[in-house]
């Protein structure tokens, strides 16, 4: 009786501790299926979001006009010079003479602002479309304009990249419901449409601060960092402002490997830079340097072209942007009653169009490019 009661006692606990274990294999089949399940929906979602923003960009790359006669003279036109060795000159691209002495390289470089290894990276697909479109495509249909053509699908292509990086982050990060906003705004406002697929540096600053933007709300601070340096060495560099807070946020999470991405992205660009200015001007001479100097230290007389109001950006921004614009005038006041949710990281993602649009406010001469950095945000 004695041992009976034992072993009864020995199968009760056995019983116990198995319903207690809120582990089984049902269970852990079930967990399977639902993170299968949610795999699925999240790829789902990424094809849905490269698809709406592939369309928009592939309307953009083909019926969008060309804005801005910066674009033609300074990019399209020596891109052509590259390609078919024929196309005018702006004085931005002038050699002139140079000093010998190194304090007069810093100080007085003569012109040579614009930076061909921007042009070049564009070659990478404008060089091999015309070599195929000159021996497949009759002259009487233009081969030229097919060219042109593919570089703009390029661009789009980009865009795509960039920009479904961020949604996507911000779908994981935030919801659907706020990336899906974000993704609205991305594809049908008038702004993103022509600042996408323009042949312009402050539109390669635009994709690198999506790409950037989305990384960094990915937890990738490092990856973050190098596409800044990439926006602002290859692209534009006055938009270093705009990249300043991620940047410094980054730097601060995860200093070594952020700061060691960064530090040597950017001295890559600048080495290969300066070897290609090199090439091109026949001289030992930085076009980021000497469009920096040209501008900040020389004051670059860029009144000469136009002055307008402090209001412009802010016109322009509503035109533009419409409703979405004065939603992100306001997210500052309304950040303290939804930071609980949104969390600090959402308002470094979006400060980069404070400063850019105060500080652009502040110049002079305004142009509507000039704010192509500050889109996607």
Known sequence: MASSSTRQRRQLAATSSSAA????????????????????EEVGWIVTVVIGLGMLRYMSATSNIIHDCDEVFNYWEPLHFLLYNSGFQTW????????????LFLLFSQFALRSYLYINFHQLVGAPASWFFSLFVPDDLNPKVRVFYAVRLFLGAISVVADATLVVALSRN?????????LAMLC???????????????????????????????????SAVAVASVGVLLGWPFSILAFLPITFYSLAKRFK???????????ALLGLSLLVDYHYYGRWTSSILNLLLYNVKSGGESHLYGVEGPLFYLRNGF?????????????????????????????????????????MSLQPHKEERFAFSSCCI
């Not at 931005?92 to 304090?103: A, D, I, W």
């Not at 919801?175 to 906003?181: E, H, P, V």
């Not at 990384?215 to 601070?221: A, D, P, Q």
């Open 319 to 359: 035109n533009n942007f419409n409703v979405c614009f004065i939603l992100a005038l306001l997210l500052p006041l309304i950040f303290p009653i939804a930071r609980r949710k949104y969390g600090p990281d959402l308002l470094i993602v979006v400060s980069p169009l404070y400063i850019w649009l105060g500080f």
């Open 257 to 267: 490997p952020t700061f060691a991405a960064g530090a040597l992205t950017s001295l």
């Open 92 to 103: 931005e691209y002038r050699q002139g003479n140079h000093p010998h002495s190194l304090l």
């Open 188 to 222: 049908l406002t008038s702004g993103c449409f022509f600042a996408t697929t323009s042949f312009l540096p402050s539109s390669f600053s635009m994709y690198a601060m999506s790409l950037s933007s989305g990384l960094f709300l990915l937890g990738k601070h490092a």
């Open 174 to 182: 935030y919801g659907k419901r706020l990336a899906s906003y974000a």
């Open 21 to 40: 274990d809120p582990y089984t294999k049902t269970d852990k089949s079930r967990r399977s299926g639902k993170e299968e399940e949610k795999g699925g």
